[in-house]
């Protein structure tokens, strides 16, 4: 079993450079499948989460080229074959293969989706919009078939404000026809950045990054080239990292707009951050200051972010709230983070936390992907040597990231134990 082990109390230090976004490239993937001909995408994250899609285009007959954070993806030999299991339980955003795969085939079959368990997550508002658009969906044996002799352009109103259900839709509506109209819709930065792939390769899509999103269908898709976005979730993940332990950090390739909900938040808190062009400067912190935080869709403060900045709540004086309206059982990083001796108490759809209380390192499991970055920024407070376990989470959304930290002067190493080492429940 990999683990990572981290030495706190080290003054981390320098430019420490944010990668392509994950939740744009989970996406921007399966799109590439509506395209006749060649589609390169730049700037992709180096994660589990993309290897697990390329696997997956591999599977239904694509050629895949992917180095150095450039794919190149020929999908003009891609056939509609079942997805029933295997790379599919692999990660939650194997669900945009449906989307991609019946716009463009008209029939796909899909395991349902794995990912990190953050409770009830339904896909039913996915399904609402296939249906929408001529699409009969049903669920046999634990996959997911989906089947249209045509698909029509209809306007689909979402019940709740989904990403995921949002970029379906848009994959599966380009190629239908006549016009679709999604209202309700996401605006994270994430669709705008399908939305632009998509349009690049001839699609017609208008109002992404609004509540209204408008497609006409085109006949046919071309490939094209795109440089994915940077990833907002992995800058504030550092900027909250910064704040926790840093002593004068700089967050290269971000966009502040894009996190603008933590921004206010840790200047609230009494950071300083300052906004460049393309970074974000963020100096020693001495003092911090207890504040109360409410997870909203975008462009409020992100669901991605909690679990990170609750570590960041431990180093602060007073007491706060975290509540998290998206997913309410987002909190398995408060029961480890009180084995560092953290304040914490998780009740129903919040967390309260005290402090300051200073961490101590010891031994921790990641039981998802943004809880194990909070994790590692507990370990970088904490004194002593923290080990953390159920890696595998992390390395699904930061790429490189020991190689990153170890730039700024933290010391992390990865390491393989025996199973009989592994914490209990």
Known sequence: MDVYKIKGGKPLQGTIKVSGAKNSAVALIPASILADSPVTIEGLPEISDVLTLQALLEDIGG??????GKMTIDPSEMIAMPLPNGNVKKLRASYYMMGAMLGRFKH?????PGGCHLGPRPIDQHIKGFEALGAKVTNEHGAIYLRADELKGAKVYLDVVSVGATINIMLAAVLATGQTIIENAAKEPEIIDVATLLTNMGANIKGAGTNVIRIDGVKKLHGTKHTIIPDRIEAGTFMIMAAAAGNGITIDNVIPFHVEALTAKL???GVEVEEREEQI???????LMAVDVKTLVYPGFPTDLQQPFSVLLTQATGSAVISDTIYSARFKQIDELRRMNADGKVEGSSVLLSGPTPLESATVRASDLRAGAALVIAGLIAEGETEIQE????????????????GIGADIRKETISEKASISE
């Open 63 to 68: 050629k895949v080229e992917f180095s150095d």
């Open 108 to 112: 796909a079959v899909i395991g349902l």
């Open 267 to 269: 200047r609230e808190m």
């Open 281 to 287: 400067f963020i100096p020693k912190t001495k003092n």
């Open 391 to 406: 890696i595998i989470h992390i390395e699904r959304g930061y790429s490189n990231l020991i190689e990153k930290l170890k």
